[in-house]
Every structure is written in C-alpha cells, then in structure tokens.
C-alpha cells in the first residue's frame, strides 16, 4: 500500500493523504481507478451535473493502465 501510495503521489505531486484515499476508494469501487478519483476530485466545480461516482467512472476509463 505505501508504494502505491508513493508512486501514485510521484506521478500527481498530490499530497499523500490524498493518495490514499484514492487507492482505498478505487480497492472498494469497482471500474475506478486511484486516478480517476483524483481527476474527479480536481474538477468537481467543472462538472456540477454529473454525480462524483459518474466522474470517477468517467476518468477511470480514460486511464485504465494507471494503478
């Protein structure tokens, strides 16, 4: 867990807390990934129609090869 925590903070320059939480969230929800949730995170306000589930969901598929 703390590498992928590590690397995925590498790769976002997120903070670590942020990351795990992603990690966690996409272990629990399946078709999302740690990415994704981060995405969907960073541009809530760009997107105010679309629930938060729709937006993981929506960047997950974009990144399917990142964590």
């Not at 939480?21 to 995405?39: D, S, V």
């Not at 960073?42 to 090869?65: C, G, H, Q, W, Y």
């Amino acid at each position: 867990m703390i590498k992928k925590v590590k690397i995925l903070r590498e790769k976002t320059g997120m903070s670590l807390i942020l990351c795990k939480r992603a990690i966690l969230y996409a272990k629990n929800h399946k078709g999302c990934t740690a990415l994704g949730y981060l995405k969907a995170r960073s541009i809530a306000i760009a997107t105010p129609n679309m629930t938060f589930e729709e937006r993981v969901r929506k960047f997950s598929n974009l990144n399917k090869d990142i964590l």
